[in-house]
């Protein structure tokens, strides 16, 4: 059956993250953990299908308040899938992305891309390092080698990145033959990007918490929960006033650049 199919592919990928990419998850958790334990934060971005990912760092039962996610809805499926493909081969709109985004020096920026090989992602690392942000990337590796960088610079997103999360995947992201279809089925990036993120987010909270700092871990919203409800609002309460200090900060800083 295709199903068992397609869930013992998914399960080989996970084994191969386990089995070679452990030192980059420990690696990148602690990059992300000195970040935090600094007063920094630690930003997703992806275009088409990887925006999923970065969402999957933010706002979520179990996940950390200092995490977000830099989304563009021009560039996701939902809104035009043409128009978003067209424009993550687009040089010159990561600039304009990240420089209205409140990151800072110091930062860690996740880009995420499956193929690694289109103009916004490899131009948003680069940007990001130029900004003074940590770049990791979470990429399928052995496809992005095996196709030509459509940015100008020719390089890839593995290329450019400081760390990187390999995907473990397969070229083309399709796990499963299908009989009489010269395409295969049952793409495996989201849930191999989920692994690495998660993987890396569980280990940044350990960190913290044997260093002594309290990680701002959200409880869900979904559990008549009244503690952690509280719990809650008191870490969303903290966090609102530093991130909306960042956004005052941004502000200046996109006006400046205009000016110039």
């Keep these: 059956m295709a199903a068992t199919t397609y869930i013992q592919a998914v399960r080989s990928m996970i084994d191969r993250i386990e089995e070679t990419q452990m030192n980059n998850i420990l690696e990148a958790a602690r990059i992300v953990a000195d970040s935090v334990q600094n007063g920094g934060m630690l930003f997703g971005f992806g ?134 279809s010269p395409a295969k089925a049952g793409p495996g990036s989201t849930i191999a990007g989920a692994v690495l993120v998660d993987s890396m987010m569980v280990e940044v909270m350990e960190l913290l918490a044997k260093r002594g700092v309290t990680p701002g871990i959200l409880h869900s919203s979904n559990n008549d929960d009244k503690a952690g409800a509280l719990e809650n609002a008191r870490v969303a309460s903290d966090f609102a006033r530093k991130f909306s200090e960042r956004q005052v900060r941004m502000q200046l800083r996109t006006r400046e650049g205009l000016a110039d």
């Design 47 to 180: 275009t088409g299908h990887s925006h999923m990912i970065a969402e999957e760092m933010m706002s979520r039962a179990g996940g950390l308040i200092q995490a977000q996610g830099i989304l563009e809805t021009e560039l996701m499926v939902h809104i035009n899938e043409t128009q978003a493909t067209y424009l993550e081969r687009l040089p010159g709109l990561a600039h304009v992305y990240l420089t209205n985004s409140p990151v800072e020096e110091g930062d860690v920026l996740v880009v995420i891309s499956n193929s690694g090989r289109n103009a916004v992602p490899v131009e948003m690392a680069m940007e990001g390092k130029k900004m003074g942000l940590h770049v990791i990337a979470v990429t399928n590796v052995a496809h992005s080698k095996g196709t030509p960088s459509r940015h100008p610079s020719g390089k890839r997103l593995f290329e450019v990145a400081d760390l990187v999360l390999d995907t473990c995947g397969e070229p083309g992201d399709a796990l499963v033959s299908i009989e009489g």
